[in-house]
């Protein structure tokens, strides 16, 4: 009966073993994050500083992301989404004719994109070309989204664009 038991047991503890080790190795295979979705993270990091008033820590944040955007662009070029925030992060560090032309290449990708139109917009805002700003808040005027009542509110001085 005793071997029985260890029997039984050891079957037991072997199938627990199986399965730990193939749990394991099935978190092995985790996706790993594109340079797109690292840049994202840098992005939304960059965002809270900026809300927390710590301007050179949100730069620093940006910096990192536009890096990461650039290698992504060069890997899946014309890619309206890696664009858009290639635009944003060069427009954030300062560089409004870069970010005005990753914004343009990507309007010629997917001209109703409802990111590309509410930042290109803004940056109109802060360059002074408010006819160029209201064109984008038309393209948005039928989304339904946020982006327009953002540009709107940026456009009608309520709000104040970060640049």
Request: hydrophobic share 30%.
């Amino acid at each position: 009966m005793k071997k029985i038991l260890i029997a039984i047991s050891f079957i037991l503890l072997s199938f627990n073993a199986y399965g730990a080790g193939s749990s394991s190795s099935d978190s092995s295979t985790t996706v790993k994050k594109t340079d797109y979705e690292k840049a994202v993270s840098y992005i939304d990091k960059a965002k809270k500083f900026e809300e927390d008033g710590k301007q050179k820590k949100a730069e620093k944040q940006y910096e990192k992301a536009q890096k990461l955007l650039i290698k992504s662009n060069e890997n899946e070029p014309n890619n309206a989404d890696t664009l858009n925030y290639l635009g944003f992060t060069t427009r954030k560090l300062g560089n409004f004719n870069l970010g005005e032309e990753y914004y343009l290449q990507g309007l010629a990708i997917e001209p109703k994109h409802n990111g590309i139109n509410e930042y290109l917009g803004e940056l109109y805002v802060v360059t002074n070309r408010m006819d160029l700003a209201k064109e984008r808040l038309e393209v948005l005027r039928n989304c339904n989204c946020e982006e327009f009542q953002e540009l709107k509110e940026i456009i009608d001085g309520t709000r104040k664009s970060k640049y």
